[in-house]
């Protein structure tokens, strides 16, 4: 079964940074948004992470209403989670650092992770590596992640590829299905 | 530092053996609600963890909601969590599989746990366990903690207190503090 | 596919309460060791997950020498492991507490966990809990399993069988295969 | 406290990739191995954590002579495991993953770690990354890491550096201390 992961979407852009990545995130935004809502009418599990920033009593909705909250809404509106969607907190940077995320995983039979979201040199690098070390399949569409440092992020996805099996492919590439 | 950890509290009764748990609980509440309030007023950190029941969608607003919505709120309302409170979701029995407890709690330097809420001879027990495995120490107020098994429950207390040196006190004898 | 857990067997016995496990591993060893030989005879997968109390230069032949070193050496000779079979260093009291035990039965597909060993109500206990809340089924021989207290091991193969689904069995019931 | 991590040293360097590797390895031996007695002679922790390459029953002695027999003992034999020495074994990539590095860390107050081995953009960065999130400090001494891609291991080091605070450093400027 295939998994959509969406990383760290719920952002205020008020760290150090920003900038580079909001105008990354711009760029990926539609790609993501397709995917979500292709995963939606396939029936597709998916799950967003996110981290919470410290704010131990924020869930999905305390997130969500920051992120719209901050300065540009408009990289937050397009993919913010629906209310029926898995939806994981997480303290640190990979998506698996003590979360229920494999235990939900397995629990679905979810053997194949479609990661979007940001950043690509950390997070996405990050869970790539710990969903490899566990023996899921990765895709990481390549339009739908969005990064700071452009070359860094260049060799993060080449680690990806040649050292962790992932698939790197064209977001519009990718199949999501509720069976395979 | 201490931690107060109220552990699934937010229950809607529909399981089975759910009826020698409510009168247990019901027993159990008024210890509980005590020292919910007693660690608000020291200032010491106030953890829930409670169990999702499968809803991957739902945090600390939706379990709420669901518990309140049960057949008896009275169970629920004396201990339902504050806003401002830190709520972790988790998948399975103990509180520490897969969840963020171990991070949030060093990340506070709280290395003394006191333990309430259900069930005696299965969450607290195994929450205990793993608390001294990772070498918190872990006091057990007697009556903040409700079981369903009355006979299960005494040895969870007396393994509890031999096999895992977790202190097994008087409600009325702990003190909550944000320093020590 | 079925797996033999072979726990804490290398144990030199001069701890705190060694009389009583003493005695009640003296009367466990011969259905210990008819499954360990009945699991050899099977090709089931068998795995020694052993404590190393608290010396991390030792592995199998470092604690197996210590432990026939001990002062009664037909306490361990019996189940001593082999030399090609997969053996897990623990560190505290679950088999599963930061080893690769998770790893290496998933890597393998065995799904059904036979436990024997020591201490019934201590890391026997642990250990059925950690499998449980990982969906692997427990299956516990209880000739096959040494206590120190007698009373907390039949509270404790209680807990197992209502709240954890073990198979509390006789020894002789116990098949063991390959492939199922 | 200051822990010297020995990383995946014990190496028949039969895989793919190995001759890259080896070149780097050969010139990597003399800082490593000045580091190891360093923390030797300073009564520094060292601790080695090494992969197992499938083979279960395998401990530092197994994989220390199977190294040692493979086609070039001379790039094992200067930093083999002393018999006194920790040693965890490892299933995968990480150090941390799935071992009990982190508990062994913990136990004696290491919170610097000094990362040493193989292969810089492989598992150096990824232990780093998972010591990072665990908010140990790291520090990589540049000539004591191997790599198999030039290009991607000075990428790996950059993240190390720009995202996980790690310090890259000269091995002639690491200190090691039992105490600071």
Redesign the interface.
């Known amino acids: 079964m295939d998994a959509l992961i969406v990383i760290d979407m719920l952002n205020r852009y008020e760290h150090e940074d920003a900038e580079p990545l909001m105008a990354s995130v711009r760029e990926a935004l539609p790609a993501m948004a397709r995917l979500v809502a292709t995963a939606r009418e396939a029936g597709a599990l998916t799950?967003y992470v996110n981290d919470n920033y410290g704010d131990?009593?924020a869930?999905?909705?305390e997130l969500t209403d920051q992120a719209l909250a901050g300065p540009d809404p408009s990289l937050v509106a397009p993919v913010a989670p629906a209310?029926?969607?898995?939806?994981?907190?997480?303290?640190?940077?990979?998506v698996f650092?003590?979360?229920?995320l494999?235990?939900?995983l397995r629990h679905h039979g979810a053997d194949r992770l479609v990661l979007v979201g940001q950043v690509t040199?950390?997070c996405i690098?990050?869970s790539a590596?710990d969903a490899?070390?566990r023996h899921f399949d990765v895709i990481v569409p390549r339009e739908a992640v969005a990064h700071i440092?452009r070359?860094?992020a260049d060799?993060?996805l080449?680690?990806m590829a040649?050292?962790m099996r992932a698939h790197v492919v064209d977001a519009g590439a990718v199949e999501l299905a509720a069976e395979r």
Chains 1, 2, 3, 4 share one sequence.
């Open positions: 799950i131990w009593a869930g999905r909705a209310e029926d969607v898995p939806f994981l907190v997480k303290a640190r940077h990979s650092y003590e979360t229920q494999e235990y939900l040199e950390q690098l990050y590596l490899y070390v440092h070359d860094l060799a993060a080449r680690m040649t050292n």
